[in-house]
């Protein structure tokens, strides 16, 4: 292995890249330093770099395109201009099938016919022409600048492409990562290895403190491509992240054997998330726990103490929204399946129970399910309370029912 070869490879260890992406690199610089020395901005290069020799082969790359007069090209051009200014003043871009008509011809990409003759008889149409080009000596001092300065942006483009790959793959899933700082904008920078998350205002639950250098999951949400290498939106809020906890600490759900099938959540305070399994020697709630509740605890724990409901998820409707009104026993529930609404009924100390602090145990049950709930108190159905009913709302007809209550008790 030749000394170029040894350190295109260290470079690879290095940067976690493959060899043939660091030679196309230099292969680039170098097609990039010939343009400077002896070649014109009229030449689409291309270079081949010999590792074991350095010996360079270059050429210059077009495609075989029909001939064209300078006439037509030149008339083509003014219309085009014409078009291009009519779409600028009705603030749109030309469109590419309103542009067809038109002659167009790069001369840095294409050669027409006649030409493309003069350097291979057998040129066509549609082909692509490779003309040899001669190296005549070394490259000068600005050519190897300009070398230099490729080489490190294509090492720079083909990290942050590699950085992508490698987390549009943990879309959807979880990662570790480590509060680094919070930006002017609120949203907080999570280190995660060779790359730096975000964390919005909006996807943080507002109970947490993200305390710089504090490790904790974040759920992938998106990983997208921007100018300045890979946009990596974190979330802690979503409820995906609930799911993906529930896969990672029970190998029931990992395997399939017990399966999630809706979860709702109000992020910091509490969840609902309701389970199944065709597997009748299994025990789904049983699973979730644990032994002593070793595997909830766990998963609550990494939520930073968030409560979880686990609910069995039926079929019945019915039964399903006395599920998920848990901890609240529900004397009955009847159902409007037109209007998709239930009316569920619960004795008087059950009432507070079922709707939940402003309301967050009935909406959260909604949510469960897909269906408006309303609870009412047995004997007191003047009074009921919707889960699309305003938190400040709720909390009055709770006062409201509850000094009723206290007014019965004393008589």
């Not at 770099?49 to 006439?71: C, L, M, P, Y």
Request: proline share 3%; charged share 35%.
């Amino acid at each position: 292995m030749s000394e170029i070869s040894k350190s295109i490879q260290l470079i690879c260890d290095e940067k976690g890249l493959n060899y043939e992406t660091v030679l196309e690199a230099v292969e680039s610089a170098l097609a990039a330093a010939y343009r400077k020395d002896f070649g014109n901005r009229g030449q689409n290069i291309k270079v081949k770099f010999d590792v074991e020799t350095g010996d360079i082969e270059a050429w210059d790359i077009k495609e075989v395109v029909e001939d064209i007069s300078e006439e037509k090209l030149e008339a083509d051009q003014e219309e085009l201009s014409k078009r291009r200014e009519i779409a600028r003043e009705e603030e749109r871009e030309l469109t590419d099938e309103e542009t067809a008509d038109l002659a167009q011809f790069n001369p840095k990409t294409q050669i027409m016919l006649k030409e493309a003759k003069e350097h291979d008889k057998k040129a066509e149409i549609g082909t692509t022409l490779k003309i040899n080009l001669e190296v005549p000596g070394e490259f000068g001092r600005m050519a190897a600048q300009t070398a230099k300065q490729v080489i490190m942006q294509k090492l720079r483009e083909a990290e942050r492409n590699t950085v992508f790959e490698d987390f549009k793959h943990q879309e959807g899933q979880i990662v570790q990562g480590t509060v680094q700082r919070r930006d002017r904008n609120g949203s907080f920078i999570i280190e995660l290895g060779k790359i730096t998350g975000i964390l919005p205002s909006e996807e943080q639950i507002q109970k947490e403190f993200y305390r710089p250098g504090a490790r904790l999951k974040f759920y992938v949400k998106s990983v997208e491509m921007g100018n300045r290498g890979p946009e990596i939106i974190l979330s802690r809020a979503t409820k995906s992240i609930i799911a993906e906890i529930f896969r990672q600490e029970i190998p029931e759900i990992e395997d399939g054997t017990v399966i999630i099938e809706d979860i709702a959540r109000d992020p910091g305070n509490r969840s609902k998330i309701s389970v199944s399994t065709e597997d009748d020697s299994i025990d789904p709630i049983g699973s979730c726990i644990g032994q002593r509740g070793s595997r909830i605890t766990t998963i609550i724990n990494e939520l930073g103490g968030e409560k979880i409901d686990v609910i069995q998820h039926n079929k019945d409707p019915k039964e399903y929204i006395k599920q998920a009104l848990s901890p609240a026993k529900i004397l009955s529930v009847e159902i409007d399946d037109e209007a998709k609404e239930a009316l569920a009924t619960v004795v008087a100390d059950q009432f507070s129970l079922a709707i939940g602090r402003g309301g967050q145990n009935v909406r959260l049950a909604a949510d469960l399910t897909g269906w408006t709930i309303k609870v009412v108190q047995e004997g007191g159905e003047d009074v009921a309370v919707s889960s699309e009913e305003a938190p400040e709302k709720v909390e009055e007809k709770l006062i409201e029912v509850i000094g009723e209550s206290n007014e019965e008790t004393k008589e």
